[in-house]
């Protein structure tokens, strides 16, 4: 079928704009709202018996890891390593019995993530996939099929099946919560609540569309921009690097918050925007003074965070995003959104060419 930019100017506004529509399409599969419980399709083996979990994935893709790494640990407490493709596929890494494998992959056709997969199922790991594409080889290969519902991604910056692919590794997560005994059921009803709010979050969050474009023209101005984050926001932060980086050139690097007084805080000055993912909680008063350093040193602080993180911040910052109230489990869904528009407007802002950036290809098919 012909797809079309509809009412967009180009494909990856379009799907950034779509996630609300796909991600609560891609939980649909997954939740059972009636009973509030997480539901993985039929597989042909226990999740009980998983001991351990590792991921591999490729940029965008493997970012998600990172992210599922917090979320497994947190709920099923099961140790979780995550590579990148190109480097678990050559270094010969140790395969433990009772490992789950999986592979998250857009396309499905990645040619480091394909020989990741098949190297683990090689070595007697099962295996399974968060994939977009269902034709796809890894789909095809796979033990376990986990769908996402994005539908076709055709910018070459990946949006949609980001958030998708978040969705579905937040169920696999509670489902391997729930395998280890480790779910109370109350919990379990809890955080299918919190699912279910994704789409609405993810629909306020495109609310400040108007905002974003109006900040991205200063930061098209910039030859470095950084951004921080904290937990499951620390692989969001390098997520918006990237993103920066694909479509509009400016260099860009994410770190750790808690990193930044280790070298990068070096590069600050009042040329360097700083963009800070910080949900409120905990360990906000850490962001907090990690963000007042940086001020300190002249950095120009765009912080990322809802009414009580903003509040509590006070002053420091030059510019806020306001993003919803948010369970920490579903913020990464939604703090994705103000990333995607952010790199979206200033690569619109440069003029480059946001679908189809420079030496980038959608799909790496070569090794
Ligand atoms: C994302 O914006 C990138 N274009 C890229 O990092 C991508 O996520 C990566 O190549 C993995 O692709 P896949 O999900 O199709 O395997």
Redesign the pocket.
Known sequence: ALIDKGNHRHFMQKEIYEQPVVVAQTLQSYIRPVEQKVALPDMGFDLSKIERVAIV?????SYVGMIGKYWIERFARLPVEVDVASEFRYRDPVLLPNTLGVV???????AD?LAALRHMKANGVTTAGIINVPTSSMAREVDLLLSTHAGPEIG???TK?FTCQLAVMAALAVNLARASGRLAEDEERAIVRHLIEAPAGINAALAHDAEIEAMAHTIAQARDVLYLGRGPDYPLALEGA??LK?ISYIHAEGYASGEMKHGPIALIDDSVPLIVLAPSGPLFDKTVSNMQEAKARGARVVLISDAEGLAQAGDDAVATIEMPSVHPLIAPLVYAVPVQLLAYHVAVAKGTDVDQPRN?A???TVE
């Open positions: 994935a490729c940029g965008t893709a998250v992959s857009q396309s499905g056709e990645t993530t070459v910056a990946s099946a990237l993103k694909e980038l959608k799909s790496v």
